[in-house]
DNA sequence: TTGTAGGCGTTATCAT
DNA sequence: ATGATAACGCCTACAA
């Protein structure tokens, strides 16, 4: 039992004694504790931890070998305090229980996952001010920022633009990259179905003001409509939200048109809604159509005709152009296709 | 013009000197720079921006002046090097597009925000494997961790508690801090307004065997059932989604019952619409009840019957109780209150 | 109250 | 290929 026992192999017995020291310091494991049980210089177990290639096999063998012996995690605030990088993203959005930003939120965080980043995920609360703050407790801490719903100045985005790199969702600022889904694809079809269904009186339920998607589709649908020869116009801006939609609907039946293109699917669920109470018929007496495609447009009764867009490629994207290097030439993609989903919502213009 | 101007007052002048400088290297400003330009040691500012009361009114005044003229954040990477806090707090949730995560995700912003914490989301996918990765990927950038849905084993959560605080939500396991919600107040009332409506055969639709939850929920309906005489029996386990709810339609009908309790929203959603498509009608043939109230869940026609959680609150108080001195005797709460919530999708039990 | 002098864990720049 | 050493920006004894 004591005399006789034989040693322990003189290996594990160091591992065992940088262990105690390890946790009598109360602590994680450095590289100074793997670079002393694998016999080397600290900097060398950066190397082998950090490039492949510029270390000897069997040198990094031992490195690996002494840290997963130790279970070491490298220190992100020792790395990001000397090289800069956090290896953390930003994602600002107005609403985070907003249905329309779930998927722009997972594709963000399922690219910056693949990319070995961690998404930090902060709500703005639809105001402006308040994002400039969150924006501003944010900065320091990631390498860059993707702002998916921003209510910010162009001469304020351009200045958190130049100190980290900014990619704006649905938002489009001279010199601030952004990912814009391609409307008019999208429009036109819904302008087609609906004069397909003899509509010749169309009205675009507007979002806020400051939306400059909202802009981006009344002008395309404005367009569309033009060239359809039928009858437009724009009732707003609303709240872009469910109330906001039942808000607009006494002022959307005054207009007497016989279909609603509304700003997104949230408001034009708000208009069914407010119009099931009044005894409107959808989408017999008035056709409702909407943007986005969320969870719950199908679930309404009718189903919701709506302009699906592609959020999550959405938020894959704008994560995969943060990281991209600035000083690259930016490969040109192709624009987000968006593409109608018909369903129960729209039918024949009543006579 | 040039001999005449009056030279720019010396103190702002130093300024724009400590700026250029600072443009120059292409980094933020240090307290090293603020020094300078309040003339004091670096220590000084670091304690001025620190401690409030630790030093001269005057002194203080001058730091704070300069580090705003120079637009000072303090690099969250150094600090969290010496002081070991990171101030950020992890949030892990299996799905981020799970509506039933939205509230939990922005109660817990709010209250990390509030605290002046940053939140930052892992999305675990509902594996128990990736939800460790994702975990040992976060750990060492955060202060503390919330698991909203993990699916880990009781041994794993604690050798992670024993590294960093933890907390539950909705799931409990020894010695782990959690937030529970009160599941007996709302279940009484799915029971008692069954049972009024005169159904005396119910049936649970469970969520997954690995869910905490779902067997609390299970337990509850039981002994509420029981002491109201009437028939229970489990149906499960199911995949906790709309598709799950949808594949378990002819396994429920098949039990004759009049009424059927489903996990979770989702799946009374996908269940509901599996019944539309055989023509059976809710409720009058079949009678249907979901938990969580979830977006969506008054859209749905019939609008589901749900017991509503207050998972806002979860989320809040799970990341209150993770910035807890650990040494406090934990100050009890009151539990997360559950209420019944009627609507359309329950209704007389068929004679 | 304020200054001095390390040190936190890592990477980068020199040497060797 | 590897070792020594100096930063990175902040905090905190300790001294003055």
Sequence with gaps: MSEGAVTPAPASDRADEIRARIR?????????????????????????????????????????????????????AARALQTGKTGMLGLVVADIT????????????????????TLVIAESQESGENESEVIERLLPSVDALVLATTRLAPERLLDIAGRKPVV????????????????????NEVIDHLVALGHTSLVYLAGPSTSWISRRRWEAIFAAAERADVAIVEAGPNVPTIDGGRDAARRVLALRATAVIAYNDLMAIGLMQALAAEGIAVPSQLSITGFDD??????????????????????????????????????????????????????????
């Design 24 to 76: 009598a310091r109360g602590g994680a494991a450095t590289i100074y504790d793997i670079a002393e049980l694998a016999g080397v210089n600290p900097s060398t177990v950066s190397r082998a931890l950090g490039k492949p290639g510029r270390i000897s096999v069997a040198t990094a063998e031992r490195v690996q070998a002494a840290a997963s012996e130790l279970d070491f995690r490298i220190n992100p």
């Design 98 to 117: 907003n249905p329309v930003v779930f998927d722009v939120v997972r594709g963000a965080e399922h690219e910056a996952a693949d990319a070995g980043y």
């Design 168 to 187: 704006l969702i649905n938002e489009a600022v001279d010199e601030v990259p952004s990912v814009v889904a391609d409307v008019e694809t999208g429009v």
């Design 294 to 351: 969320i969870f719950g447009s199908d679930l309404i009764v009718p189903a919701l005709t709506t302009v699906r867009t592609d959020l999550e490629a959405a938020g894959r994207r704008a994560v995969a152009m943060t990281l991209q290097d600035q000083s690259q030439p930016q490969t040109p993609v192709a624009p987000l296709l968006t593409g109608l989903i018909v369903r129960g919502s729209t039918g024949p213009a009543p006579r």
